[in-house]
């Protein structure tokens, strides 16, 4: 059965996370860019290099939240087997970790192409500034939940932190169809996931009867 407090917590990191990306993201712009104006060409070049270690520590997030996911699927899926646990039970086991984490690295090199295209070209014409300040706030948000153990959608709120970027300085710059679309995307895939989950479950419930 429904486990209700776990599936009401989920729900929300998922509908808040995003909300808190966007707004957290626009006042970061809107205070920092005013600095920024002030500082000389030259000095600006450090923030390409932020904007690089940002990027990462938003990919360490990213595993950090992901990868709980991943390996909580494996953890059900294979409890009856054995050997899922390390020792006492508490800690998943290392092949598990391993596994989790090659699949991730490999298809987000493989197959993550399209998603970062339509992130950093779909939504907005993004300035360092507002580029780095969405990378910065990303990965405070999706580390922060992980910590707490709250799972969320990473490309979720890197999206609507770019968003949040855009409504702080040139929301002309905002491309809205994108922006739309992924939101319809949102709205679909989650009753479309538990449906189907729904229906492979029954089916096999059934032919195991």
Request: a positive charge; hydrophobic letters at 50%.
């Amino acid at each position: 059965g429904w486990h209700l407090v776990g599936v009401v917590g989920v729900l929300l990191g998922i509908l808040i996370s995003p909300i808190i990306g966007s707004l957290a993201t626009a006042l970061v712009v809107r205070t920092v860019r005013p600095i920024t104006f002030r500082l000389r060409r030259k000095a600006l070049g450090g923030i390409h290099l932020a904007t690089w270690m940002a990027s990462a520590a938003v990919a360490f997030a990213d595993g950090t939240n992901d990868g709980q996911k991943a390996m909580g699927i494996m953890a059900v899926g294979l409890s009856g087997v054995g050997g899922v646990f390390g020792h006492g039970g508490t800690g998943i086991s290392l092949g598990v970790k391993i596994v989790c984490a090659t699949v991730l690295a490999l298809f987000t090199v493989i197959s993550g192409r399209k998603v970062i295209v339509t992130v950093s070209r779909g939504l907005s014409k993004a300035s360092s500034i507002e580029d780095l300040a969405a990378q910065t706030t990303s990965a405070c948000v999706i580390f922060t939940a992980a910590v707490v153990g709250v799972p969320l959608s990473t490309s979720t709120v890197v999206t609507a932190s770019m968003v949040g970027a855009g409504l702080a300085g040139r929301r002309r710059h905002i491309h809205w169809r994108g922006v739309l679309r992924i939101v319809a995307s949102w709205l679909i895939t989650v009753p479309v996931c538990a449906a189907l989950s729904a229906g492979v479950f029954d089916v096999y419930r059934t032919a195991t009867r």
